[in-house]
C-alpha cells in the first residue's frame, strides 16, 4: 500500500536531478545520459498514473517515449562522433566557434 | 501449510539449489564432450588420460584453472577488471531460471512446478538477459586496457546487438501461433508427436535456423567467434584475464550455450514432450528423458558446427545479420501472421 | 508491508544512482550508475504491475541504449571531465533554486493527490491488451515512430560516416 504521491515525488527528484546533471556537467556525453535520465523520471509518472487510473494507455505513451529516445540517442551520438572527430575535445565549454 | 510464503521460499531455494548443481556440471561436462567429438572429428581421440575416456578431465582442468597465478594488471580499471567475468557468469546462470522442465509433480501434497519462476514474460525475460549479457563482454574489454582486448571487445559488442534483433524476431513468429509469453503456454500448445511441434506443425522451420544461426552468433560461437578468434585479435576480449576470471568468462560461455538449447528446445522443439509410454515410473521420468535429450542434440549440433565450418570474417558476418537474418526474420513474421489472420 | 520496503530499498537506489550519475567525474561510471538507475527503475514498474514496459525497459533502455552510450564511450576514449570555468554565484543560487522546483513540484502532486494508494498486483497490464491498444487506438503514432526511427537511421548513418 504505497501512496502515488510517494512514487510522484521519486519522479520529481529525479528529473530534477537530470536538470542539474544537464547544466552542471561540461562532457558531451554526460549531458546526454542527464537528458535520458529526465525522459526515465518522465516514464516513471506516466506508469505510474496508468496504474492508479487503471488505464492501460499510460503504458502505451511510456513505450513511445522510449522510442522516440531510442531514436534520439542514435542521432545525438552520431552528432558527438562527428563533433569529436572535427574538434578532438569531448568538452562543451570549447564548442564555442562556429568555424574552428 | 502449503500456501505460506515460506513454503515458497523454501522451495524456490532447493529448486535454485538442485538447478545451479545440475548447470554447473553440465556445463563441465559439456566441455568434455566437446574435447572428444572435435577429436573424434578430426579423426584423433581426445582426452583419454584422466579417469576412465578422460571423463575427469573437467575436474583436472578445474583444478589447474584454480591453481593457476592470477594476473592482476596495474593499467587496468579494476573495479570493472574484476566485476566484467561476474557480470557475465552471474547473468548467464540468471537466465535458465524461467525455462520449464516438465509438468508439475507433486512432493508431499505440495504442488511443485519444475521451473524456478514462471513468469508472464518468461520470453521477454530471457531477451532482457541476453541484452545485458553484452555489458559483460564489453566492459571486460574496455577495462584491460589493451588493443586486442578493446578491439574484440567492440566487435563482440556490435556483434551481438546485431544479433539480437534476428533473435527476438525469429521467436516473435512462436508468439503469434501462442498468443502467450509465457514458456510453459508455448510448451503446452504443442504436442507429442515431432509433427506437432512448432517446427513442422507450426510451420516454423524457417524460424528454427534463423534462431540457430542467431544463437550461434549471440554466443560467440563458431563460425561466428571473430571476437574472441585465437588467430585473428589473441584471445579477443579475455586476453587479460588468467585463472578463475578467464574460468568464469569460459563458463558463461558454456552456460549461455546450454540455456540456447534449452531455450530452443522449448520454443520450436515440443519442450518435454515426446512420445509416453511405459509403466508408472518410467512414464514419469519420460518426459525429463526427451527434454535432456533434444537439449543433448543441440549440444551437439554446436560442437558439430564448430568442427566444421571456418570462421565468418567481421564484414561477412555483419552484412548476413543485418542483408540476410532480419530480412529474413522479419518475412516469417509477416507470413505468419498472415497465415494466422486468414486461418481464423 | 514487503510493497513498501521493496519501494523504499529500489527507490533508494534510484536515487543514489542518480546522484552517482552527478559526481562522478568520468564517463563510463556516470554510464554505469544510469544503467543501474534504469534497471532499479524497471523493478518499480514491476511492482506497478507494468510487466511488459518493465521488460522493454530493460531491454531496450538497459540493454540497447546504453550499449550505444558505453560503445561511443570506448570507441572516443572519453577521458576524465577537466574543471572547466563554472561560475560561483551560479552554484550558489542554482543549486537551492533546483532544489526549491523539485520541493514545490512535490508539494503539489502530495497536497493534490490526497491519500490515493496503489495496492500490490492491483493493477497489471497485459501484453495483450498494451498490444491492442497500440495496434488499433495508437496505430497513426505508431507508424509515424516507425518512420521517424527510420529517419533516425538515415542520420545517424549519414552523421556517422567518415569523409572521404
Known amino acids: 500500500m504505497v501512496p502515488l504521491s510517494y512514487y510522484l515525488v521519486l519522479s520529481a527528484i529525479l528529473f530534477g536531478l537530470g536538470v542539474t546533471g544537464f547544466l552542471v556537467k561540461r562532457n558531451i556525453i554526460t549531458l546526454f545520459m542527464s537528458i535520458e535520465l529526465m525522459l526515465n523520471a518522465v516514464n516513471l509518472s506516466f506508469v505510474a498514473f496508468a496504474a492508479h487510473w487503471g488505464a492501460l494507455s499510460g503504458h502505451v505513451y511510456v513505450f513511445f517515449v522510449m522510442v522516440v529516445a531510442a531514436a534520439e540517442a542514435a542521432v545525438g551520438l552520431a552528432i558527438i562522433i562527428a563533433v569529436f572527430r572535427t574538434r578532438q575535445t569531448l568538452n562543451v565549454d570549447r564548442v564555442n566557434l562556429l568555424k574552428l | ?99 520449464p522442465i516438465g509438468e508439475s509433480i507433486t512432493v508431499r501434497g505440495v504442488p511443485v512446478q519444475l521451473q524456478i519462476a514462471d513468469v508472464n514474460i518468461a520470453l521477454l525475460v530471457l531477451l532482457g538477459v541476453t541484452s545485458i549479457g553484452v555489458y559483460g563482454i564489453a566492459l571486460a574489454g574496455w577495462s584491460s586496457n589493451s588493443k586486442y582486448s578493446l578491439l574484440g571487445a567492440l566487435r563482440a559488442s556490435a556483434q551481438m546487438v546485431s544479433y539480437e534483433l534476428s533473435l527476438g524476431l525469429s521467436l516473435v513468429g512462436v508468439l503469434i ?168 | 508491508m514487503l510493497h513498501q520496503i521493496l519501494f523504499f530499498v529500489f527507490a533508494a537506489v534510484c536515487v543514489a544512482g542518480a546522484l552517482n550519475l552527478l559526481v562522478q567525474r568520468h564517463p563510463i561510471n556516470s554510464a554505469l550508475s544510469l544503467i543501474v538507475v534504469m534497471g532499479s527503475l524497471a523493478v518499480l514498474y514491476l511492482l506497478l504491475g507494468a510487466e511488459f514496459v518493465a521488460a522493454i525497459q530493460v531491454i531496450v533502455y538497459a540493454g540497447a541504449i546504453m550499449v550505444l552510450f558505453i560503445f561511443v564511450i570506448m570507441l572516443l576514449n572519453a577521458g576524465e571531465e577537466e574543471h572547466s570555468g563554472g561560475s560561483r554565484v551560479a552554484a550558489v543560487l542554482g543549486y537551492p533554486a533546483v532544489a526549491l522546483l523539485v520541493g514545490l513540484t512535490a508539494w503539489a502532486v502530495v497536497r493534490s493527490s490526497g491519500s490515493a494508494n496503489l495496492k500490490l498486483g492491483g493493477f497489471v497490464g497485459s501484453t495483450e491488451g498494451i498490444g491492442y491498444l497500440v495496434f488499433r487506438g495508437f496505430l497513426l503514432p505508431f507508424e509515424v515512430t516507425s518512420v521517424l526511427i527510420l529517419i533516425a537511421i538515415m542520420g545517424a548513418v549519414v552523421l556517422a560516416r567518415k569523409e572521404d
Open chain 2, 177 to 344: 501461433l501462442t498468443g502467450s509469453l509465457s514458456l510453459r503456454e508455448i510448451v503446452n500448445r504443442q504436442g507429442e508427436w515431432p509433427w506437432q511441434w512448432n517446427v513442422i506443425g507450426g510451420g516454423q522451420l524457417v524460424a528454427f535456423f534463423i534462431y540457430l544461426a542467431a544463437a550461434f552468433a549471440e554466443t560467440n560461437r563458431i563460425p561466428f567467434d571473430l571476437p574472441e578468434g585465437e588467430t585473428e585479435l589473441v584471445a579477443g576480449y579475455h586476453t587479460e584475464y588468467s585463472s578463475m576470471k578467464f574460468a568464469m568468462f569460459f563458463m558463461a560461455e558454456y552456460t549461455n550455450m546450454v540455456t540456447v538449447a534449452c531455450v530452443a528446445t522449448t520454443v520450436f522443439l515440443g519442450g518435454w514432450h515426446g512420445p509416453v509410454f511405459g509403466p508408472g515410473p518410467v512414464r514419469m521420468a519420460l518426459p525429463l528423458f526427451w527434454f535432456v535429450l533434444k537439449v543433448f542434440f543441440f549440444l551437439f549440433l554446436y560442437i558439430w558446427v564448430r568442427a566444421t565450418l571456418p570462421r565468418f570474417r567481421y564484414d561477412q558476418l555483419m552484412a548476413f545479420g543485418w542483408k540476410v537474418l532480419l530480412p529474413l526474420a522479419i518475412a516469417n513474421v509477416l507470413i505468419t501472421s498472415f497465415v494466422v489472420a486468414v486461418g481464423t
Open chain 2, 1 to 99: 501449510m502449503p500456501n505460506h510464503w515460506l513454503t515458497f521460499v523454501a522451495i524456490t531455494a532447493v529448486k535454485s539449489a538442485v538447478l545451479l548443481g545440475v548447470l554447473l556440471t553440465a556445463v563441465a561436462y559439456t566441455v568434455w564432450l566437446e574435447r572428444k567429438v572435435i577429436g573424434h572429428i578430426q579423426n584423433r581421440w581426445g582426452p583419454t588420460r584422466v579417469g576412465p575416456f578422460g571423463l575427469l578431465q573437467p575436474l583436472a582442468d578445474g583444478v589447474k584453472l584454480l591453481l593457476k597465478e592470477d594476473i592482476s594488471l596495474s593499467g587496468a580499471y579494476q573495479p570493472l577488471y574484476i566485476a566484467a567475468p561476474i557480470l557475465a557468469v552471474g547473468l548467464a546462470l540468471t537466465s535458465i531460471s524461467v525455462i
